[in-house]
Each structure stands twice: as C-alpha cells, then as structure tokens.
T-cell receptor
C-alpha cells in the first residue's frame, strides 16, 4: 500500500457518459497530480493541485475537470466520454520536495464501450 | 516544445549491467527523475538528479549532465524481477510537475 488511495479500481461505462475518479493523497502530502496512461504509452500529465488550488495544467481536455477539497482528496471528472478516453488514470502525491519523488496510487482503469 | 527521448526497448541477460538513456528538450529544467513500472502496476520512484553527476542507490544509479541535456539509469546485477518499464521524467518548473518520457521496456533474460 503506497498510501495513495484511488477509487474505483475499474470502471466500465458507455460513450457519452460522465464519471468521477477519486484520489486520497498520502498523509502530509499537499500536492496531487493526475496522469493518463493509454495502452503501452507514457504518462500524460493532466493537472496538479496544491493545497486546494490548481497549480499547473497539462494537456487536459475541456471535457475533463478536477478539484481538490479541503481534506486534500481530489476528484477527476470526465464527461462526454469517448472510446479514446479508455486508459489508466493515475493519481500521485508528493511533499514539496522533488527529491522525494511522487507516490502513485494503483490507478483507475477506465474502459469506455 | 517539451520532450524526453528514451529507447523503446532494451534486452539484457540476468546478472549483467544495462544503461537506459534519456535526452530531454525543455523550456526550463530543475531535475530528472526515474520511475519503474511493472505491467499493470503503478510507477514507483527510483531516483532523482538535480545536479550533474552520479547518484547511487543500491543496484541502481542515475546520472545527469545538464550541459548535454542527458541522463541515464544504470542497473547492475540484473535480476528477472527488473523486467519492467522505466520512465525518465523532467521537472521543468517550480510547480514540481513531472513530464514523462514514453518509457523503456526492459526485458531481462535468463
């Protein structure tokens, strides 16, 4: 157990639908990052939150949105889902010190049918 | 733009040494990290270099040359369990967000 909790582990939904992925960071970590990993691909940075505020944005589609709540858990909302959105979505957290690295959750595997 | 290049695949024999290279082109640069990911698993942090030179952690070492925009991960005494994908990731600004390379799949053969 890395300390970063992601739910659900698996999600199967139809095109056009909306889903919410949840992430609880490791205790004490203020930064939360969301990444998308398509089959046999690298990790694409989506968005970062730090202590409740958006800190950095990557190539996140307009159909996707995220937020971080006062208890520091974060949610990634994906709407108007398309087949190409099928991927592994990872959440990671870190302290404000790059030398310690990110701690990743086990991911949510999203399948859009 | 921002990009990191690494070989797509490397094969080595158990007990050998393998080096995985990473070159980067970024608008800013703070440091280079390495992550290991087994199939279906989460990436796990291996090492971080902010300064030029070699960092050693057990069987794994990582090197950075800022002037050459280049780094590598060195794995020694390879074990079968080292078969995995390895990603280099660049930290490009003070937000600490990481931009990942496309990954190198390492296959360790008996």
């Amino acid at each position: 157990d890395s300390g970063v909790t992601q739910t659900p582990k698996h999600l199967i939904t139809a095109t056009g639908q909306r889903v919410t992925l949840r992430c609880s960071p490791r205790s004490g970590d203020l930064s939360v990052y969301w990444y998308q990993q398509s089959l046999d691909q690298g990790l694409q940075f989506l968005i970062q939150y730090y202590n409740g505020e958006e800190r950095a944005k990557g190539n996140i589609l307009e159909r996707f949105s995220a937020q971080q709540f006062p208890d520091l858990h974060s949610e990634l909302n994906l709407s108007s889902l398309e087949l190409g959105d099928s991927a592994l979505y990872f959440c990671a957290s870190s302290v404000r010190d790059p030398g310690g690295g990110y701690t990743f959750g086990s991911g949510t595997r999203l399948t859009v049918v | 733009g921002q990009s990191l290049e690494q070989p797509s695949e490397v094969t080595a024999v158990e007990g050998a040494i393998v080096q995985i290279n990473c070159t980067y082109q970024t608008s800013g640069f703070y440091g280079l990290s390495w992550y290991q990911q087994h199939d279906g698993g989460a990436p796990t942090f291996l090492s971080y270099n902010a300064l030029d030179g070699l960092e050693e952690t057990g069987r794994f070492s990582s090197f950075l040359s800022r002037s050459d925009s280049y780094g590598y991960l060195l794995l020694q005494e390879l074990q079968m369990k080292d078969s995995a994908s390895y990603f280099c990731a660049a930290e490009m600004d003070s937000s600490y967000k990481l931009i990942f390379g496309s990954g190198t799949r390492l296959l360790v053969r008996p």
